[in-house]
C-alpha cells in the first residue's frame, strides 16, 4: 500500500508561485504513474496534471497549461507541482495519487491512494 503526504500549500497574492510537494511511501512508487487534482469549496475533484512513470510524459488541464509543471524524484519517491502566475480561481485544496488504473489519466476513477490534501489560497 502507497502512502502520500502533500505539503507546500498556502496563502499567495495572484501572479505568485508555490510548488506542491508529495512524498510517497514503499518501493514501488516508481511504477506508477502520478496525479494530481483539486477541489474548490461547493465543487467536484477536478484533474490537474498527470505524470508518467520516468517523468516523460505530462499533461495538464487547459485551466493550468503553461503555468503549472509538474515533475518527479523517484530516488527520493516525491513528485511536484510547481504553479506560477497563480490566480484566484487556483484556489483549492490539491491531492496527489497515484495512477493504478486503466482509464485515461485525467479519470479520477482510475486513481487509488490518495494523500490528505494541501490547501492553496490565492488573494486578488
Known amino acids: 500500500q502507497v502512502q502520500l503526504v502533500e505539503s507546500g500549500g498556502g496563502l499567495v497574492q495572484a501572479g505568485g508561485s508555490l510548488r506542491l510537494s508529495c512524498a510517497a511511501s514503499?518501493?514501488?512508487?516508481?511504477?506508477?504513474?502520478m496525479g494530481w487534482f483539486r477541489q474548490a469549496p461547493g465543487k467536484g475533484r477536478e484533474f490537474v496534471s498527470f505524470?508518467?512513470?520516468?517523468?516523460?510524459?505530462?499533461y495538464y488541464a487547459d485551466s493550468v497549461k503553461g503555468r503549472f509543471t509538474c515533475s518527479r524524484d523517484n530516488a527520493k519517491n516525491m513528485v511536484y507541482l510547481q504553479m506560477n502566475s497563480l490566480k484566484p480561481e487556483d484556489t483549492a485544496v490539491y491531492y496527489c495519487?497515484?495512477?493504478?488504473?486503466?482509464?485515461?489519466?485525467?479519470?479520477?476513477?482510475?486513481?487509488?491512494?490518495w494523500g490528505q490534501g494541501t490547501q492553496v489560497t490565492v488573494s486578488s
Open positions: 495519487a497515484v495512477h493504478t488504473g486503466s482509464r485515461p489519466y485525467y479519470d479520477l476513477v482510475s486513481y487509488d491512494y
Open positions: 505524470i508518467s512513470t520516468n517523468g516523460g510524459r505530462t
Open positions: 514503499g518501493p514501488t512508487f516508481s511504477r506508477y504513474p
